[in-house]
């Protein structure tokens, strides 16, 4: 089993910029592809980002690219995302997720994650 644990967020200022974590246990982390979500009030679970198992490949959603990079640390099991240039809209949970060992790519989609963190709230104010 799985254990992801989202943090780094918080409150900041629109044109800022906040790095979240995601920790998996048992030294999984390279071991997986992995994702970031995020969801707003009243709104659906929307992809953000994604990468694959061997850290080659990423993919994003349009409205971060050129202001967010997913990025890995395999030796310690972490996940990370840089946020840039945030503006309100950003505003959201923000949710790690990571695939089944034996799937090498990322995905957008959030039924292809078995495994969720927690969450942590980014609120960019204006």
């Known amino acids: 089993q799985v254990q992801l644990v989202e943090s780094g967020g918080g409150l900041v200022q629109a044109g800022g910029s906040l790095r979240l974590s995601c920790a998996a246990s048992e030294g999984t982390n390279g071991k997986r592809a992995m994702g970031w979500f995020r969801q707003a009030p009243g709104k659906e679970r929307e992809f953000v980002a994604t990468i694959s198992r061997s850290g080659s490949t990423t993919y994003y959603t349009d409205s971060v690219k050129g202001r967010f990079t997913i990025s890995r640390d395999d030796a310690q099991n972490t996940v990370y995302l840089q946020m840039n240039s945030l503006k309100p809209e950003d505003t959201a949970v923000y949710y790690c997720?990571?695939?089944?060992?034996?799937?090498?790519?990322?995905?957008?989609?959030?039924?292809?994650?078995?495994?969720w963190g927690q969450g942590t709230q980014v609120t960019v104010s204006t």
């Open positions: 997720a990571a695939r089944r060992y034996t799937y090498t790519a990322g995905s957008s989609n959030s039924y292809e994650y078995d495994y």
